[in-house]
Structures are given as structure tokens and as C-alpha cells.
């Protein structure tokens, strides 16, 4: 193990093949081949194969095998595994599994829910729902199994190719 920062590593209870740089980062963890880097990531942190890298990144969260890219992102208490959070506040909230939010505050309402991509600025779903894939700055679903492309103020989705939509409605 490596720790290099005022508390950091402190109280971890047989852990092993870690590295926490920063203030606090890594305090109180319990588990193995993490990498926690800048203030207070990875603080309280119980999951093992994870990587937290920004203040207050994966802090609290005990789930495993999680990339926590940025501050705050994926920060909230619960057991949320396979997620990748890259942006500020990413997944802040998610407490379940196999998640991806990349941009500024993508997925950040998402709680209980699960399976889902968010990818943009405030790219979004509904807190509980699953299955929700949102592409594009301000894109949000409002249901589980959607996908939205865009923004309210998308008016064209073109491509090389028709496009096809069906619906089981």
C-alpha cells in the first residue's frame, strides 16, 4: 500500500495493493487494489477494484470494481458496483449497479436505478427507472427501457442512412 496525505489510508482494516493521495483519501476503507486520489476520495469507501480520482470522488460509496472520475462524482452512500462516473457530480446519487454518467452532473438523480447511460452535460433519467440511455447536453428520459437523443430543442436527427423508428405501442 501507498498513501501519501494528512489521514490518508488511516484505519484501513487489511486492505492491500492500494494507493491513496490526498487529504483523507482513503480513510476508513477495508478492502484491496483501490486507487484513491485528492481530498477525501475514497472516504469511507468499503468496495475493492476501484478508482476514485477528485475531491470527495467514490466517497462513501461501498460498492466494487467502480470509476469515479471527478469531484463528487459517484459520492453517494450506497453499494453501487460496475458504475463509471466521469464529470463533476456524476452519478452523484446512484446507489445501484452497472451505471455510466459521463459529463458535467450526468445521471445526478439517479438513485435505485440501474443499467443506465447518461452521456452529457446534465444528461439525465428518472431516479428509479432502468434501462434509460440519454446522448446529449440536457437529454433526459422519462421511463425505463427509452432512449432520448437530444435536448427539447433538437429539431432533426439525420444520418447517411433512413432511419427507422418502431414502436410496440
Do not use: P
Request: with cysteine; aromatic share 4%; glycine share 14%.
Amino acid at each position: 500500500n501507498v498513501f501519501i496525505g494528512h489521514k490518508a489510508g488511516e484505519d484501513m482494516a487489511g486492505g492491500q495493493n492500494s494507493v491513496h493521495v490526498g487529504f483523507e483519501a482513503g480513510l476508513v476503507t477495508n478492502n484491496s487494489s483501490n486507487v484513491f486520489v485528492g481530498a477525501y476520495a475514497g472516504k469511507n469507501a468499503t468496495g475493492f477494484e476501484t478508482v476514485g480520482v477528485g475531491k470527495n470522488a467514490h466517497r462513501d460509496c461501498t460498492g466494487d470494481k467502480n470509476v469515479a472520475i471527478g469531484v463528487q462524482a459517484l459520492d453517494a452512500s450506497g453499494d453501487a458496483d460496475n458504475c463509471v462516473a466521469v464529470g463533476f457530480q456524476a452519478l452523484t446519487a446512484a446507489t445501484n449497479n452497472s451505471n455510466i454518467g459521463i459529463g458535467y452532473r450526468a445521471g445526478n438523480t439517479i438513485t435505485t436505478g440501474y443499467s443506465n447511460v447518461l452521456i452529457g452535460s446534465d444528461a439525465d433519467g428518472v431516479a428509479d427507472k432502468i434501462n434509460q440511455i440519454a446522448i446529449g447536453q440536457g437529454a433526459v428520459t422519462d421511463d425505463s427501457n427509452k432512449v432520448r437523443l437530444g435536448n427539447t430543442s433538437i429539431t432533426k436527427i439525420d444520418g447517411e442512412v433512413a432511419c427507422n423508428a418502431s414502436s410496440d405501442a
